[in-house]
């Protein structure tokens, strides 16, 4: 059973576009969301992370949009740069009330490439 | 400050044969955990560990499967006997109490099953 579905699996962009990887998810106790990047023969990243008392986190050319009522959120990549070329995760968790929960649920991941 | 580090990096073996797959966590980090990556199910929680002890291996696919934490330092994944089905990257990571729940991850240890 998968609780974050990630999309599209793959996704190509012009150098410069703005790039978009949407995630959902379906248990309403999830309280933090993460963003990794992989690159290839390297183990994934954190890249940025929003929790659900705001709506938007934005750190340099990447942006989180997060909506609550809808259980979705987004990753834009703005002036997309061959360098961005990656393999994009999203996750979901309980951070609050955790105890020593530290269980992330992950997408599926997307592929993402930009032409130069 | 040197990342999570594992060994080997790659690993060639043949079916049947025990498979050890080492990590060295962050220092000061307590938790730890081992993921599996292929591109038909992507990232997979096997096992993680909290002060060595641990917490949740649901994900550990059958008793061909284990893990251990000996101490805050080192951890190992045991696969035994090994099956081609096993192919795959195996990642170990590691993160803090109280960093929220962000996670370091290894470089990989690449295995293949013949």
């Known amino acids: 059973q998968q609780q974050v579905k990630q999309s599209p699996q793959s996704l190509i962009v012009q150098k410069g576009g703005i790039s978009i990887i949407n995630c959902a998810y379906e248990?309403?106790?999830?309280?933090?969301f993460p963003w990794y990047q992989q690159f290839p023969g390297k183990g994934p990243a954190l890249l940025i992370a929003?929790?659900?008392d705001v709506s938007e986190k934005k750190e340099g050319r990447f942006t989180i949009s997060f909506n609550k009522s809808a259980k979705q959120f987004s990753l834009h990549i703005m002036d997309s740069q061959p360098g961005d070329s990656a393999t994009y995760f999203c996750?979901?968790?309980?951070?609050?009330?955790?105890?020593?929960?530290?269980?992330?649920?992950w997408g599926l991941g997307t592929s993402l490439g930009v032409n130069p | 400050d040197a990342g999570v580090i594992q060994s080997p990096r790659h690993e060639v073996t043949e079916m049947g044969q025990e498979v050890t797959l080492r990590c060295k966590p962050i220092?000061?980090?307590?938790?730890l955990f081992w993921y599996r990556q292929t591109m038909m199910r992507g990232l997979e929680l096997l096992i993680y560990?909290?002060?060595?002890?641990?917490?949740?291996d649901s994900g550990m696919p059958e008793d061909r499967f284990s893990a251990k934490m000996p101490n805050a330092s080192f951890s190992t994944l045991k696969i035994q006997p090994s099956e081609p089905r096993d192919s795959a990257v195996y990642f170990c990571?590691?993160?803090?109490?109280?960093?929220?729940?962000?996670?370091?991850f290894g470089e990989g240890s690449w295995l293949t099953v013949v």
């Open positions: 220092s000061g980090h307590d938790y």
């Open positions: 560990f909290n002060n060595n002890v641990p917490i949740d």
């Open positions: 929003i929790r659900p």
């Open positions: 248990n309403t106790a999830f309280d933090y």
């Open positions: 996750a979901a968790s309980t951070v609050r009330n955790a105890g020593n929960n530290r269980k992330l649920i």
């Open positions: 990571a590691s993160s803090r109490q109280g960093s929220g729940n962000t996670i370091y």
